[in-house]
């Protein structure tokens, strides 16, 4: 199966860039996503990159996919305190679901 | 357009019961899956549904079932309840072209929180 592998924890600066990496296994991978997970609640969608696709930019959040080494990033500008929470990286293959990284906590400091 | 709902919120069940978990999908949606989130090991897949029909299941005990209704809301139920099914459990649902390809984004419910004491 898809292994998605991810750091679990990052601390940042408030107003500093964070920068979330992941790996993945599967070549075949279609799309590839970032939740956001705050305490108590579900998954909320942040982004999502089409394999075809290197970077892409959407406000505060850029996502670049570097297919070749299967590693899949996700920096948010100027981080907030509202930022601080569980980000995970989300891989869709062709078989109707997501493997998920273990999630990365970021620790937005004053 | 409102989103992916999840009743109950929260459930206290003992051990050897069983529980039905519901989920309704945003409107004009038509795919609906499910996860299990533990803090020990994270988000795992149960089951996917599109039309009334499963088409992949998770690696998990037949103890967990689930169905899709022709209005695509979705049960899920797991029956003689352990300990160990303590968890988050998430309801996501996707448009789904009817296209070979799954390749809609999924949105994600709040969740339901059931405890197994």
């Known amino acids: 199966g898809e292994d998605v592998e991810q750091s679990l924890f990052l601390s940042v600066r408030e107003g500093d860039s964070s920068v979330i990496n992941c790996t993945y296994t599967?070549?075949?991978?279609?799309?590839l996503y970032w939740y956001k997970q705050e305490p108590g609640a579900g998954l909320q969608l942040l982004t999502y990159i089409f394999s075809n696709m290197d970077m892409k930019q959407d406000q505060r959040l850029t996502v670049l996919l570097n297919k070749k080494d299967k590693h899949l990033s996700l920096r948010i500008a100027d981080t907030q305190t509202g930022d601080s929470a569980i980000y995970f990286c989300?891989?869709?293959?062709?078989?109707?679901?997501?493997?998920f990284g273990a999630g990365t906590t970021v620790t937005v400091r004053a | 357009k409102a989103g992916v709902t999840q009743t109950p919120r929260y459930l206290i069940k003992t051990r050897g019961q069983q529980v039905t978990l519901s989920c309704s999908p945003i409107?004009?949606?038509?795919?609906v899956s499910w996860y299990q989130q533990t803090p020990g090991q994270g988000l795992q897949f149960l089951f996917e549904y599109f039309s009334e029909t499963q088409r992949n299941k998770g690696n998990f005990p037949g103890r967990f079932s689930g169905r899709q209704f022709s209005n695509s809301r979705s049960e899920m139920n797991v029956s003689t309840l352990e300990l160990g099914d303590s968890a988050l459990y998430l309801c996501?649902?996707?448009?789904?072209?009817?296209?070979?390809?799954?390749?809609?984004?999924?949105?994600f419910g709040p969740g339901t929180r059931l405890l197994v004491l």
């Open positions: 989300a891989v869709a293959t062709n078989d109707y679901k997501l493997s």
């Open positions: 409107s004009g949606h038509r795919s």
């Open positions: 599967d070549s075949s991978s279609t799309y």
């Open positions: 996501a649902s996707s448009f789904t072209a009817g296209t070979s390809k799954w390749q809609e984004t999924q949105y």
